[in-house]
């Protein structure tokens, strides 16, 4: 199958170039209302494989809540206020920096990265997920190290989770950037299991909800797409993935997952708000998102469109 047009970018009322993608909605019963292209294929949903990840790592005996469960669920931007908490978990859990097997980098938050002396592990994105990984295995007496190999007891209780929520098995295991395993699954899946976890009544689904929405900025950041939206939309749960992933479900259970063809990552915020606007949620705080300009000269020239979704 071919993936449709997603969106155009329009340069000078040109059409400049376009992305191709898939995108689907699912009820609060999990089944689909809205599908637009291959929702049912294998993909990788990248870093929005976290806030499932999370739910495991709850049922597996870790202890997090509020602050600390946001940013094991964050892409961080390796702002201060990031580093400094996930260097005071690996404390806590009798681990240093050493410990993470996520490699070294500068922070994302251009300011930050601008002080950073040199790239570290604690700075990485997603170094609050290893932080947490690590302490799960502490809190359940696993080896620490190993922690991120596909055999580690820790990786398989998280792929159980993952499948558990998704309602699929996982089609095919990989590594992520971060180095940790990461599992495929459609993007039907990857819907259904944020609308699982947005109503969730108790429990790890529900404990890992109210954590992204109390604390979007730890869960990515100054001037991120994902801390955006969650503080714009009540009861908004949303994590964004890399090439072109984004998902996120709403109090009532709906839910939408997007994969874009080329990996490209600015369509996935303004298809997010259209989505969101189809389902009826107030974007009225949403509108630098909504329409992403392009600039000429340092001037909008145009934007990123995307279709009315019906």
Same mark, same amino acid.
């Given at each position: 199958?071919?993936?449709? @047009?997603l969106?155009e970018?329009?340069?000078s009322?040109f059409?400049?170039?376009?992305?191709?993608?898939?995108?689907?909605?699912?009820?609060?019963?999990?089944?689909?209302? %809205?599908?637009?292209?291959?929702?049912?294929?294998?993909?990788?949903?990248?870093?929005?494989?976290?806030?499932?990840?999370?739910?495991?790592?709850?049922?597996?005996?870790?202890?997090?809540?509020?602050?600390?469960?946001?940013?094991?669920?964050?892409?961080?931007?390796?702002?201060?206020?990031? @580093?400094?908490?996930? %260097?005071?978990?690996?404390?806590?859990?009798g681990l240093?920096?050493?410990d993470l097997?996520?490699?070294?980098?500068?922070?994302?938050?251009?300011?930050s990265?601008?002080?950073?002396?040199?790239?570290r592990?604690?700075?990485?994105?997603?170094?609050g997920k290893?932080?947490?990984m690590?302490?799960?295995? @502490?809190?359940?007496? #696993?080896?620490v190290?190993?922690?991120?190999?596909?055999?580690?007891?820790?990786?398989?209780?998280?792929a159980?989770?993952?499948?558990?929520?998704?309602?699929?098995?996982?089609?095919?295991?990989?590594?992520?950037g971060?180095?940790a395993?990461?599992?495929?699954?459609?993007?039907?899946?990857?819907?259904?299991?944020?609308?699982?976890?947005?109503v969730?009544?108790?429990?790890?689904?529900?404990e890992?909800?109210?954590a992204?929405?109390?604390?979007? #900025?730890?869960?990515?950041?100054t001037?991120?797409e994902?801390?955006?939206?969650?503080?714009?939309?009540?009861?908004?749960v949303a994590?964004?993935?890399?090439?072109?992933v984004?998902?996120?479900?709403?109090?009532?259970?709906?839910?939408?997952a997007?994969?874009?063809?080329?990996?490209?990552?600015?369509?996935?915020?303004?298809l997010?708000?259209?989505?969101?606007?189809?389902?009826?949620a107030?974007?009225?705080g949403l509108?630098?998102?909504?329409r992403?300009? @392009?600039?000429g000269?340092?001037?909008?020239?145009?934007?990123?469109?995307?279709?009315?979704l019906?």
């Amino acid at each position: 199958m071919t993936n449709p @047009v997603l969106a155009e970018v329009v340069r000078s009322d040109f059409v400049e170039s376009v992305h191709r993608g898939a995108l689907v909605i699912t009820g609060p019963e999990g089944g689909v209302r %809205l599908a637009l292209g291959d929702v049912v294929s294998p993909v990788f949903p990248r870093s929005s494989n976290k806030p499932l990840q999370a739910v495991g790592m709850l049922r597996a005996g870790l202890r997090f809540s509020g602050e600390d469960l946001a940013l094991a669920c964050a892409s961080h931007s390796g702002e201060p206020g990031h @580093v400094k908490r996930v %260097l005071e978990l690996l404390s806590a859990a009798g681990l240093s920096e050493d410990d993470l097997v996520c490699p070294a980098d500068f922070p994302l938050h251009v300011p930050s990265m601008r002080d950073a002396a040199e790239p570290r592990r604690v700075m990485m994105n997603c170094s609050g997920k290893h932080a947490a990984m690590l302490t799960t295995c @502490v809190r359940a007496d #696993w080896p620490v190290a190993e922690y991120a190999s596909p055999d580690h007891p820790l990786q398989r209780s998280l792929a159980e989770a993952v499948s558990s929520l998704t309602g699929e098995p996982i089609a095919h295991t990989g590594v992520d950037g971060c180095g940790a395993p990461l599992f495929a699954f459609s993007l039907t899946g990857l819907a259904r299991a944020f609308g699982r976890i947005a109503v969730a009544p108790g429990g790890p689904e529900a404990e890992v909800a109210s954590a992204m929405r109390a604390h979007p #900025w730890l869960v990515a950041g100054t001037g991120r797409e994902d801390t955006a939206l969650m503080s714009a939309v009540e009861g908004l749960v949303a994590k964004g993935g890399a090439e072109g992933v984004q998902a996120f479900a709403l109090p009532d259970g709906f839910a939408v997952a997007i994969k874009m063809d080329d990996g490209a990552k600015r369509a996935c915020a303004p298809l997010a708000v259209e989505a969101l606007r189809y389902l009826g949620a107030d974007v009225s705080g949403l509108e630098e998102l909504r329409r992403p300009v @392009v600039l000429g000269g340092g001037q909008p020239v145009g934007e990123v469109r995307v279709p009315e979704l019906r």
